[in-house]
């Protein structure tokens, strides 16, 4: 397997993908009776951290000072794709359940910082803001 991005995680692929084998059969409770029954445990992970890997990676776009990076991604995918992005992870319809999310990232990075990551993420998200109100 490869090397994840070592400027964001010294964990390889591996790593993250028997974590989610751990927990393939919980995963695989939160879709409809049957529907994952194509998938061996071992493909199923893999989409789920393909699924999930795009996400996050959609996550840290949004949410930090990378516009070099933001700029690259819309470049290559254009608005359109960075808008639809947007309203499918939202509606979850990549499916995604959030736990899972939640668990790859707190794998990826350290309690607070991920913590963070997802609060800034769904603040703007939902409400147009990065910084909790203290209301």
């Given at each position: 397997?490869?090397?994840?991005?070592?400027?964001s995680?010294?964990?390889d692929?591996a790593y993250?993908?028997?974590?989610?084998?751990?927990?393939v059969d919980?995963?695989?409770s939160?879709y409809?009776?049957?529907?994952t029954?194509k998938?061996n445990?071992h493909?199923?992970?893999?989409?789920?951290?393909?699924d999930?890997?795009?996400?996050?990676n959609?996550?840290?776009l949004s949410?930090?000072?990378?516009y070099?990076?933001?700029?690259t991604?819309?470049?290559?995918?254009?608005m359109?794709?960075l808008?639809t992005t947007?309203?499918d992870?939202?509606l979850?319809?990549d499916?995604i359940?959030f736990?899972?999310?939640k668990?790859?990232?707190s794998l990826r990075?350290?309690k607070?910082?991920?913590?963070?990551?997802?609060e800034m993420?769904?603040?703007?998200?939902?409400f147009?803001e990065?910084?909790?109100k203290?209301?």
């Amino acid at each position: 397997m490869e090397k994840a991005n070592t400027e964001s995680s010294s964990k390889d692929v591996a790593y993250f993908n028997n974590k989610i084998l751990e927990v393939v059969d919980n995963a695989r409770s939160c879709y409809v009776d049957g529907s994952t029954d194509k998938f061996n445990d071992h493909e199923f992970a893999l989409m789920m951290l393909l699924d999930a890997c795009f996400i996050i990676n959609h996550i840290e776009l949004s949410t930090t000072d990378t516009y070099n990076k933001l700029r690259t991604t819309r470049h290559h995918l254009g608005m359109l794709a960075l808008s639809t992005t947007v309203r499918d992870i939202v509606l979850l319809e990549d499916q995604i359940p959030f736990w899972l999310l939640k668990l790859l990232i707190s794998l990826r990075y350290d309690k607070d910082e991920g913590d963070e990551l997802l609060e800034m993420f769904l603040n703007f998200t939902l409400f147009g803001e990065y910084e909790q109100k203290e209301e």
